[in-house]
C-alpha cells in the first residue's frame, strides 16, 4: 500500500476524539450547525455514537481526514431509515483534505455495505447549503424524496436523498 492511499475502514477508538473535532469543526465551523446547540453536542460525541451506529473513517497518510455513520433500521442514530434502507449521517470531510477523494469513497462504501446486506437502497438527510457533499451525492445518482423531507426542532429544512440499489 502506497504511504498516500485513502483507506476507509471502521473507527477505532483511538480516534473518536479526532473524529469528534472534525465533525463539529466542519458542521459548526462551516455555519451549518450553531455553537452550543445540542446537535454540536452529539457531533462531538463520538464514543456514544459508535457504541450505536458504526462509525467509518477516511485515513490518509495516517490522519483521520473524513468519517461518517452507518445507521441500520430501528438502531437508535438512524432518522429516517425505512425497513431495506441503510441510513448514514454526519459525513465530514477536513477542510485541508478536499479533492483527496475521501467523500466519495466514504459514500461508495456504505453504498457496497449497503449491496453486501441486500439492502434496497441508501438513505440520507442534507442541508441545501451542503454543496460539496450534495455534488458527491449526485454523482452517485442519490435522488431527491420531497414526501420524506422534515423540519429541525429549529426550523431548518432538510432534504432526504435515496439512492436506490439494483437487487437480483
Known amino acids: 500500500m502506497s504511504v498516500h492511499e485513502m483507506v476507509i475502514r471502521t473507527a477505532t477508538p483511538e480516534e473518536y476524539a479526532a473524529i469528534g473535532e472534525l465533525t463539529v469543526d466542519v458542521y ?3 455555519g451549518y450547525v450553531p455553537p452550543g446547540s445540542p446537535y454540536a453536542a452529539e457531533l462531538a460525541d ?3 455514537r459508535a ?3 458504526q462509525v467509518v473513517v477516511a485515513v490518509h497518510d495516517d490522519r483521520v481526514v473524513g468519517s461518517l455513520t452507518v445507521a441500520r433500521y430501528g438502531m437508535p442514530y438512524a432518522e429516517i431509515a425505512r425497513p431495506g434502507e ?3 449521517r454526519m459525513l465530514a470531510v477536513d477542510k485541508r483534505a478536499r479533492g483527496l477523494g475521501a467523500g466519495t469513497a466514504l459514500v461508495r462504501t456504505v453504498i457496497e455495505m449497503a449491496a453486501a446486506e441486500s ?3 441508501v438513505a440520507l438527510t442534507t442541508m441545501p447549503v451542503m454543496v460539496d457533499a450534495r455534488r458527491i451525492y449526485d454523482r452517485f445518482g442519490f435522488v ?7 423540519t429541525t426542532p429549529a426550523g431548518e429544512l432538510l432534504t432526504v436523498l435515496r439512492l436506490p440499489l439494483r437487487t437480483h
Not at 144 to 150: G, L, N, T, Y
Request: aromatic residues 10%; hydrophobic residues 50%.
Open 28 to 30: 459548526v465551523g462551516e
Open 46 to 48: 463520538t464514543v456514544r
Open 51 to 53: 457504541a450505536a451506529a
Open 86 to 88: 441503510l441510513e448514514f
Open 119 to 121: 439492502c434496497e437502497a
Open 144 to 150: 431527491a424524496v420531497p414526501e420524506r423531507d422534515w
